[in-house]
Nanobody, 129 residues
């Protein structure tokens, strides 16, 4: 069974940091591009960071570039999202997402109804002002 399980969300003050983790099972990163999405209250889900499965390139949404870093440990089938300089605008449910067909670059930006194969259950990040 293909599965993603996120952890690491929580409450943090403005300017603080969090590290999200995502445990993947049932597939390998060689075959799937993997990404982090988030959904703030009342807004569409948006892709904020991804890793291309064919060359390991990381891509970021402009609003998180320079503050968030996505990484992977292929041996452990884990991906991470290090989030620094958090602001209340980063408050959202964060999802780990994987797809075997969609290229990494296509993950970035609003989901806009697109189908992506594998979603985790989400982890809540709340940034207080």
């Amino acid at each position: 069974e293909v599965q993603l399980v996120e952890s690491g969300g929580g409450l943090v003050q403005t300017g603080g940091s969090l590290r999200l983790s995502c445990a993947a099972s049932g597939f390998t990163f060689d075959d799937y591009s993997i990404a982090w999405f988030r959904q703030a209250s009342g807004k569409d889900r948006e892709g904020i960071a991804c890793i291309e499965h064919y060359d390991g390139t990381t891509l970021y949404l402009d609003s998180v570039k320079g503050r968030f870093t996505m990484s992977s440990d292929n041996a452990k089938n884990m991906v991470y999202l290090q989030m620094n300089g958090l602001t209340p605008e980063d408050t959202a449910v964060y999802y780990c997402v994987a797809d075997p067909v969609v290229p990494g670059s296509a993950f970035i930006g609003p989901l806009d109804g697109r189908y992506l194969e594998v979603w985790g259950q989400g982890t809540v990040v709340t940034v207080s002002s």
